[in-house]
């Protein structure tokens, strides 16, 4: 009865989804089209599916990445204030293209010495992150439970750490809880200090692809007329990289409170915010997902981490105690993790990137704060369940299980070995 129920909660979530195209879901609510830098959607988290009898969660094994933060680089700020600071002085700026240097440069005075830190809500997003965590597994972080919170060196991760561990400490003083964020961890926490800097010649080579799908995609005309009166001010790539500059700072301001009755997308078409948004869902794909332009290999960027994740669940699985790894640092770590996991369809391999859109959606993926939680479960036999959340929606992996959506650890185990024994020629 619990598999029948279970699968008929699955399909009516597909049939749910299905039924709401990203074309809807973009025109809904505005903020979907900034990819990456959605905010973590916190509203409407589902009811998760009771424990099966005899099974107590014990141990989370989990990888989270920060939360909102200022756009990475000042120069994604600085550049196009920059350009329209010429046209000002040119004389050829709009009512609306003043309107917006004024706007763009209260933007970048806000965002001074800024570049990549957490913002306001994204030390917020893991604050709530961690109650929920605390809440919907009590057994784990009962008592003395042990805690070992480790980060990337990057500030705003360990921001992000340290929201969550001190939320979990005011809900549980007696918790003993670790933090560290070194470069001994790097190779698998981080990206570019391990066996994923080898991955980097490959990504170098599909940025070439998204890049050149920006260049043949991105139609300025109509957007720059608004904010020009003369648009030839411009050639067509300095307007395309206008354009796709204020799109990100658009999107980006949702991260922070500040900003919350600042709106951007008013200059964009309902259109021209669908196709900017299918660009940059290409390009995440291309660049750290499973596909076939990068022959199915960048998953295996977090081969340490998933390594990692296998050998301390099972450390904590012997040691018979209660507790969590918690892990926080880059969505460019959590998608090729959650690929190379093969979790719910992150995992899609397609060469049709025309129609990339209708199956994998970058918002539902990688918003900020996205994260991943293997919870384990254990009965007085000593039987070991797991189950993964995604973004805390109960997920699907890649072996048989009759207990859906838990699965048997040694199975898991077992797959997860065998795929990262895969040897991987990086230089092909």
């Given at each position: ?22 074309q809807?879901?973009i ?6 089209s900034a ?156 990206y ?13 080579r ?61 200059l ?29 290999r ?43 996991l ?58 048989e ?28």
């Open positions: 009865m619990r598999r029948l129920y279970s699968l008929i909660i699955a399909a009516a979530a597909c049939v749910a989804a299905m039924a709401i195209t990203p809807e879901k025109a809904a609510r505005l903020q979907h990819s990456n830098h959605c905010i973590y959607p916190e509203d409407n988290l589902p009811q998760l599916s009771p424990a099966p009898a005899g099974y107590e969660a014990f141990y989370i094994d989990h990888y989270g990445r920060h939360g909102s933060r200022w756009l990475s680089r000042a120069s994604a700020y600085q550049r196009p204030v920059d350009v329209l600071r010429k046209a000002h002085h040119d004389g050829v700026l709009t009512e609306q293209g003043e309107r917006l240097l004024t706007t763009l440069q209260n933007v970048l005075a806000a965002s001074t010495n800024r570049a990549g830190e957490l913002s306001d809500k994204g030390a917020e997003q893991h604050q709530h992150i961690a109650e929920r965590m605390f809440k919907n597994f009590p057994t784990v972080f009962a008592g003395d439970a042990v805690i070992d919170a480790r980060s990337t060196v990057v500030i705003r991760c360990i921001l992000s750490m340290q929201n969550a561990t001190t939320t979990l400490r005011s809900l549980n003083p007696n918790l003993r809880i670790t933090t560290d964020a070194s470069y001994h961890d790097m190779y698998y926490m981080g570019g200090h391990g066996e994923d800097t080898l991955a980097n010649k490959v990504s170098a599909t940025k070439l692809i998204s890049d050149s799908l920006y260049a043949a995609h991105v139609q300025p005309e109509r957007f720059i007329k608004q904010i020009y009166t003369h648009p030839d001010h411009l050639d067509l790539s300095a307007a395309q990289r206008l354009m796709r500059d204020i799109f990100d700072i658009a999107g980006s301001l949702q991260g922070h409170h500040a900003f919350d009755n600042l709106d951007l997308f008013h964009f078409t309902g259109d021209e915010i669908f196709e900017m948004w299918r660009l940059k869902n290409i390009e995440w794909y291309l660049y750290r997902a499973n596909s076939q332009a990068s022959d199915n960048m998953p295996f960027a977090a081969r340490a981490l998933a390594l990692d994740m296998v050998e301390k669940a099972d450390a904590a699985i012997a040691a018979g105690k209660r507790g969590a790894d918690l892990r926080f640092g880059h969505e460019s770590v959590v998608l090729p993790l959650a690929c190379l093969e979790i719910d369809n992150i995992n899609l391999s397609t060469s049709d990137l025309d129609n990339l859109h209708n199956e994998w959606q970058s918002y539902d993926i990688i918003p900020k704060a996205c994260n991943i939680q293997m919870v384990f479960y254990r009965n007085a036999a000593g039987d070991i369940l797991v189950k993964a959340l995604y973004n805390e929606h109960e997920a699907q992996l890649p072996v299980t009759d207990m859906a959506p838990y699965y048997h650890w040694n199975d898991l185990k077992a797959y997860y070995k065998k795929k990262l024994a895969t040897p991987i020629d990086w230089d092909k």
